[in-house]
């Protein structure tokens, strides 16, 4: 498995590459509904499933999320990614000159939703 970077917050390097070595990384799909999580920083990844030898392997998004409290939890919920994008779009339009969306604490509610077509269970994200 293989991932590239496509986005974050952080400038520095070293504390991207912090967030996406963590070894102790908590699935989205394992918080509980109306959990408030305080968002530190993100990481945008695309990255790419090996299927063994062959080099056409599995291409998808995932998102990290490095909490205030020292936590990282992760997902390639498409419906989460474009839910915590369009946050962070939204109040870095209103900010402040010079701020950003992280100028100020960014607490975000996770949820889960079932599919109507599939049944299955996804992440989602709000703003708290």
Do not use: W
């Not at 070293?14 to 070595?21: F, Q």
């Not at 908590?26 to 990844?45: C, F, H, N, W």
């Not at 062959?54 to 498409?78: C, Q, W």
């Amino acid at each position: 498995m293989s991932a590239k970077v496509k986005g974050s917050n952080l400038t520095d390097k070293k504390e991207i590459l912090r967030i996406v070595t963590k070894k102790d990384i908590i699935q989205m799909k394992d918080v509980p509904s109306g959990t408030e999580i305080t968002v530190r920083a993100y990481v945008l990844q695309e990255v790419t499933k090996d299927r063994g030898a062959d080099p056409n392997g599995e291409i998808f998004d995932s998102i990290l999320i490095a909490a205030e409290d020292g936590k990282v939890y992760a997902t390639r919920s498409g419906t989460f990614i474009e839910d915590f994008l369009t946050i962070v779009h939204e109040l870095d339009d209103v900010a402040e000159e010079g701020e950003t969306a992280f100028s100020e604490p960014l607490v975000i509610c996770v949820s889960h939703m079932k599919s109507k077509s599939t049944g299955n269970n996804f992440a989602c994200c709000s703003l708290a």
